[in-house]
């Protein structure tokens, strides 16, 4: 029964080579790129253990270098120097007084 909606499904949507698990593997890799930790994953999608899980792990290594990419380009731009927030500016807490010198 399954199987027929399944495939059904897949031909009205034009996927005719989608497997079902390809859903769950989709789920688990965008589970890990929205910043749920692999501990997380594998308890939401049922792996008995981290090292099924952790065949992910790529997607969050290359996710957080594209970050880090963004950020080296925004530093590096002349708007990402020069439109400074003014927002915590340097140690907030020693200008209110709480560390001071001894």
């Known amino acids: ?45 049922g792996h008995r253990d981290l090292s099924m899980t952790d065949r992910y792990s790529h997607l969050t290594s290359l996710h957080k270098l594209s970050r880090q990419e963004e950020l080296a380009k925004f530093y590096a731009s002349v708007n990402g120097i020069s439109e400074h927030s003014g927002e915590h500016r340097g140690n907030t807490e020693a200008k209110n007084g709480r560390f001071k010198k001894k």
């Open 1 to 45: 029964m399954f199987d027929r909606s399944w495939q059904k499904v897949r031909e009205l949507a034009g996927f005719e080579n989608l497997h079902f698990h390809d859903l769950r593997h989709s789920s688990c890799s965008k589970l890990l790129l929205s910043g749920y930790d692999l501990k997380d994953v594998k308890e939401m999608i």
